[in-house]
């Protein structure tokens, strides 16, 4: 049941961060230069470039060059992992509650008729 992959690890380290996410967040609406990324965050250019590698690592988003600049695209099916993972475990804990709603009626139904001898 269990599955130990360690890809699903570095995509959920790299969507576990609000400025990763955010840039995603941004990307999902067409590529970006990383200056035009960057200008939506307080933070000094090198460590927003290190949340930039995470993504890319994690293979959520694709940098190439044009000219001087570096832009950002990303790559949706990258979360198709993540995607399979949680329908999964929704699947996993839908039957589980399923078969406690039904526990919690049967108690519900046997109180309401009383003990039977």
């Known amino acids: 049941m269990a599955k130990f992959d360690p890809s699903l690890d570095t995509l959920f ?3 576990a961060e609000p400025t990763r996410r955010d840039i995603l967040a ?3 609406r067409g590529p970006a230069s990383v200056t035009e990324l960057h200008a939506g ?5 090198p460590s927003f470039l290190d949340h930039v590698r995470k993504l890319e690592a994690a293979g959520l988003i694709a940098t ?3 000219g001087r ?3 950002c695209e990303m790559k ?3 979360l198709t992992p993540a995607v399979h993972w949680l329908e999964e475990q929704r699947g996993l804990w839908q039957g589980r509650l399923d078969r ?3 526990y919690v009626l049967n108690l519900m139904k046997e109180r309401d008729n009383g ?3």
Do not use: Y
């Open 13 to 15: 380290t790299a969507l």
């Open 26 to 28: 941004r990307l999902a």
């Open 41 to 45: 965050h307080a933070m000094a250019l």
């Open 64 to 66: 190439r060059k044009e």
């Open 69 to 71: 600049r570096r832009i």
């Open 76 to 78: 949706g099916e990258a």
């Open 100 to 102: 406690f709603d039904d």
């Open 115 to 117: 003990p039977r001898s």
